[in-house]
């Protein structure tokens, strides 16, 4: 702006005769390439906010993936490594079924914690208690599967498990394998 201005005196009348007359003001010109030169800057600053927060949403969602399955695998291999047994009977592929003696109702020696797919997340459940949701509604579990392994003396379960998040450029997938071993079989 400060150049456009500096042309614009050199075209101003001397005392040596007559020469080009300027008006007092702005130009056609000069409004146009003012109006340009911001369009441009303005355009450049909209789409850097637009990037980053897109670049955020993207972030967002993949960090809610990550936790959500860190704290349902941590959740699981924490029941598992705790409990007395695999209880067979129910265990399937997408259902985990363990014999625990944590946390016991009035009386009993054991009792039984399940761990399954309920819509679109991870449901566990104690025995004669209602299931709760261990991944929050935003993430969408699309597998589940428990596999049992036998190693040596100790039976151990293979999770896997994936996950996600968002839609369209904001989309993240998680797919997670973790296995645990019964400690106190």
């Known amino acids: 702006m400060f150049l456009i201005l500096q042309i614009g005196k050199m075209f101003k009348i001397n005392d040596k ?14 409004i146009v390439i003012s109006v340009a030169i911001f369009s441009i800057i303005l355009f450049a600053v909209v789409s850097i906010f637009l990037s980053m927060n897109n670049s955020n949403l993207k972030t967002t969602a993949s960090r809610e993936v990550s936790e959500n399955v860190r704290m349902a695998i941590e959740k699981i291999t924490y029941e598992i490594r705790s409990a007395k047994s695999i209880y067979t009977p129910t265990t ?16 009993e020696t054991n009792t039984f914690i399940d761990f399954f797919l309920c819509g679109s997340a991870i449901c566990f459940k104690k025995e004669s208690q209602d299931p709760v949701a261990i991944t929050s509604n935003s993430v969408q579990i699309t597998n589940l599967t428990f596999s049992q392994i036998l190693t040596g003396s100790k039976p151990s379960v293979q999770i896997d498990l994936t996950a996600n998040s968002g839609s369209g450029v904001n989309y993240s997938s998680i797919n997670i394998k973790s296995t645990a071993s019964l400690r106190s079989y």
């Open 17 to 30: 005769g007559p020469a080009l007359s300027r008006a007092e003001g702005f130009s056609l010109l000069e």
């Open 92 to 107: 399937t592929a997408s259902q985990l079924s363990l014999e625990t003696s944590k946390n016991l109702p009035g009386g």
